[in-house]
């Protein structure tokens, strides 16, 4: 939805609190003392109780808003800015949109949002045809370290799996000069090492078995054929990289550029949540205005906590 469309559903914190209750009681709210799905709303207090042994759950007690002290309509303007752009804004830019004194609470929100999207694309295997190639990504050290080494190796360069799945696109509709495949999904993981143990268990827990997957000659890609169907290993001079594998090359130049134009100073530490709002929201590129009712709903039914 547009800024306007947005402002007249969630003018005020009452209606936001009317919304998510409605979605909570939809996902529906489980009893975290004997389990059971059937619950009362008591309006005073603004509590669900359970029908079975009457434990009272908070409206936000087992959703992302879990212990939080924003109001509810913070969050619900902070999930519009973030799904109705395609790229996104800095914690910083929210603060100032929100008019909020402080910045951490608003920098952890966003961060939590963040979390839930990765938790919401790690529900799904990439199928079909896969592109599989590792990406650099620079990051600011939180403390500076001596001697700094160069290339692959740096401290300064997160390693990062990248994963696309794409399908043929039909002759009729292939345009002149463009690539010869359609974009489905996406998957980006921050990973310690290059090694082929690290990508193997990587691939396992992301790609389907019955996938076919195109990769570069990198050594530690020679293993994964007991892991997919097929296992197609291209040796690929580097400026012929973007015609072999073009969409993983194409993503982690979006990404790099979407990245760097807004985040100026990622860590190591939270660069997977920034690249998991990237992924998901490539992802449900064609949801239109139901991309924000989807985060809504992985608000709902997913804690940050792991």
């Given at each position: 939805?547009?800024?306007?469309?947005f402002?007249?559903?969630?003018?005020?914190?009452e209606?936001?609190?009317?919304?998510?209750?409605q979605?909570?009681?939809?996902?529906?709210?489980?009893?975290r003392?004997?389990?059971?799905?059937?619950?009362?709303?008591?309006?005073?207090?603004?509590?669900?109780k359970?029908?079975?042994?009457g434990?009272?759950?908070?409206?936000?007690?087992g959703?992302?808003?879990?212990n939080?002290k924003?109001?509810?309509?913070?969050?619900?303007?902070?999930?519009?800015?973030?799904?109705?752009?395609?790229?996104?804004?800095s914690?910083?830019?929210m603060?100032?949109?929100?008019?909020?004194?402080y910045?951490?609470?608003?920098?952890?929100?966003?961060?939590?949002?963040?979390?839930?999207?990765?938790?919401?694309?790690?529900?799904?295997y990439l199928t079909?045809?896969?592109?599989?190639d590792?990406?650099?990504?620079?990051?600011?050290?939180?403390?500076?370290?001596?001697?700094?080494?160069?290339?692959?190796?740096?401290?300064?360069q997160a390693?990062?799996?990248?994963?696309?799945?794409?399908?043929?696109?039909?002759?009729?509709?292939q345009?002149?000069?463009?690539?010869?495949?359609k974009l489905?999904?996406?998957?980006?993981?921050?990973?310690?090492?290059l090694?082929?143990?690290?990508?193997?268990?990587?691939?396992?827990e992301h790609?389907?078995?019955k996938?076919?997957?195109?990769?570069?000659?990198?050594?530690?890609?020679?293993n994964?054929?007991?892991?997919?169907?097929?296992?197609?290993?291209?040796?690929v001079?580097?400026?012929?990289?973007?015609?072999?594998?073009p969409?993983?090359?194409?993503?982690?130049?979006?990404?790099k550029?979407?990245?760097?134009?807004?985040?100026?100073?990622?860590?190591l530490?939270?660069?997977?949540?920034?690249?998991d709002?990237?992924?998901?929201?490539?992802?449900?590129?064609?949801?239109?205005?139901?991309?924000?009712?989807r985060?809504l709903i992985?608000s709902v039914?997913?804690t940050?906590k792991?």
């Open positions: 939805m547009n800024l306007l469309d402002i007249q559903s969630f003018p005020d914190e209606s936001c609190k009317l919304k998510f209750r979605i909570r009681e939809k996902e529906g709210v489980i009893c003392k004997c389990g059971n799905k059937e619950h009362y709303w008591l309006s005073t207090i603004e509590h669900f359970c029908k079975k042994c434990t009272k759950t908070t409206l936000k007690s959703t992302v808003l879990e939080t924003l109001p509810i309509r913070y969050w619900f303007v902070a999930m519009h800015l973030i799904t109705s752009t395609k790229k996104t804004f914690a910083l830019e603060q100032r949109q929100l008019g909020h004194k910045y951490e609470p608003i920098w952890a929100m966003m961060h939590k949002l963040r979390i839930i999207m990765g938790k919401r694309d790690n529900r799904y079909n045809n896969i592109e599989l590792e990406g650099f990504f620079e990051v600011s050290l939180e403390e500076k370290e001596k001697p700094l080494k160069r290339g692959r190796g740096s401290q300064r390693k990062v799996l990248v994963m696309t799945s794409q399908e043929p696109v039909k002759k009729k509709n345009k002149p000069n463009k690539k010869t495949s489905r999904f996406i998957k980006m993981k921050v990973l310690d090492s090694n082929s143990d690290t990508i193997e268990t990587q691939v396992a790609i389907h078995k996938a076919t997957v195109n990769t570069d000659g990198y050594r530690s890609y020679s994964l054929k007991d892991y997919v169907k097929k296992h197609v290993s291209n040796i001079p580097p400026e012929e990289a973007s015609n072999i594998l969409w993983v090359h194409t993503m982690i130049a979006n990404a550029r979407n990245l760097l134009g807004i985040h100026h100073m990622m860590t530490n939270y660069i997977q949540n920034y690249l709002e990237f992924c998901y929201k490539v992802n449900r590129r064609y949801f239109g205005e139901n991309i924000f009712d985060l992985a039914s997913t940050w792991d």
